[in-house]
């Protein structure tokens, strides 16, 4: 790497988008392979909604813990122990769907260790990339999310048909472990040498975690005490912090429906299996992954060309990318075959991606020090988003199949898909209304 001249930075943001491809392998697989041991069982919708949200209630809990042992211990330190605890759970549990109480502890484990992630990524990201390549890193590193979903789709129903479900959870294991090892060999903290101007521009050696009370030199030769005390009143009662917390629990009841909930809507509404599907069902996801980073480079070229400044930037691609999806959220139902409904989720899934460059960024434009704990809180709100959206869906189907006897039909769907649509114009709107893009935490 020294040899090639490779900045370390770059290497970070590279490790840290494998690190949410992942786990998101992780979850998608696991709605796979659940489903199907499910389905063999004859397991309620109901039921399966239950299970399917328990990931998410022990996700919640950790959010804000995991910004505050980031800030304070490292976020490099916690996303390598977030990564051995997940996938040592995945390696010791059973898929046995008839064992309900053992996989809901289970998943409810898999969310605690995963919900320290994200909110260390941000410190991580926070410490080493620039405010100039913030946009782009950071949309690079969510975008791993969609690759690994598209990945998931497209492999492991394979998997689970010749290998059967349990193998599912041995191969995320196993990503997990190989992870695990490359962080721990190739990730360190900034150097002050590589940032000379770290303090001033909000990142590098500055934002690492330091005992309250040390001093620090600055540049005119003086030096400073700097406090770890964390501003959690300013936090709680700012406007564009709820900004970003609004569109981060929209963006994710829309995705955490979606996901946990296609491979039912392929399967009882329009009657394809998965396998049936081939490559076509990993282009929602896939798409993702092209928006993502076509949000990110577009955001920071109007931010440096000084085409937008940075808070018309946030709320024109935050506006536009929640919009469109949320036209394209309401339109899947409409769909008899399976074309139309991917071409739909895909929109819907793409745009909502492509808004990230707005709100998920918006962490550390507001507040570079504290993007750990803002994403940690911003994160809750999105995790109780994957708790209500998945369970209630379930719910919602198995009061359509009692007033429609099946979920073939369109009504069966059109309340699943109109609840995301309606919520994100209103998060839209929200975010026009309250974000800015200029820093408000010293």
Partial sequence: MNRM????????????????SVCYIERVGFSIAYTVAADAAGISEASKGLLLSAFF????????????????????????????????????????????????????????????????????????????????????????MYLGAAMG??????????????SVFLAEAALGVMWSLLWFEYATDPPR?????????GFGESL??????????????????????IPWRKILVSGPVWAIVVNNFTFHYALYVLMNWL???????????????????????????????IGGVLADHFITKRIMSVTKTRKFLNTVGFMVASV????????????????????????????????????????????????????????LAGVIGVHLTGWLLEAAKVAYADLSSPESWRLVFCIPGFLCIFSSFAFLLFSTGERIFD
């Fill in 5 to 20: 001249n490779f900045p370390k930075r770059y290497l970070i943001v590279i490790l840290t988008f494998f690190s949410t």
């Fill in 193 to 201: 040498s590589e940032h000379p101007k770290a303090t001033a521009a």
């Fill in 57 to 144: 209630w022990g996700y919640a809990c950790s959010q804000v813990p995991g910004g505050w042992a980031a800030q304070k211990i490292g976020g490099r330190k916690i996303l390598l122990l977030s990564f051995v605890l997940w996938s040592s759970t995945c390696f010791l549990v059973p898929l046995d769907p008839n064992r309900a109480t053992v996989l809901i502890v289970a998943r409810l484990l898999v969310g605690v260790a995963q919900g320290f992630i994200f909110p260390s990524i941000h410190t991580v990201l926070a410490q080493w990339v620039p405010p100039h390549e913030r946009s782009r890193s950071v949309s690079l590193t969510t975008s791993g």
């Fill in 328 to 383: 394209a959220l309401m339109a899947i139902p409409i769909f008899r075959t399976s074309g139309g409904a991917i071409l739909c989720s895909s929109v819907a899934l793409g745009f909502l991606a492509f808004g990230r460059a707005g709100f998920a960024v918006n962490h550390m434009d507001i507040a570079p020090r504290y993007a750990g704990i803002l994403m940690g809180v911003s994160n809750t709100a999105g995790t």
């Fill in 208 to 229: 690492l975690p330091t005992k309250a009370g040390q001093k620090m030199k600055v540049e005119n030769g003086g030096s400073t005490v700097r406090t770890a005390q």
């Fill in 263 to 293: 491979p039912t809507f392929f399967e009882q509404r329009l009657q394809v299996s998965l396998q049936e599907m081939g490559s076509s069902k990993m282009m929602p996801y896939f798409n993702m992954f092209i928006f993502s980073n």
């Fill in 153 to 166: 789709m497209l492999f492991l129903p394979s998997l689970v048909k010749f290998k059967g479900p349990q």
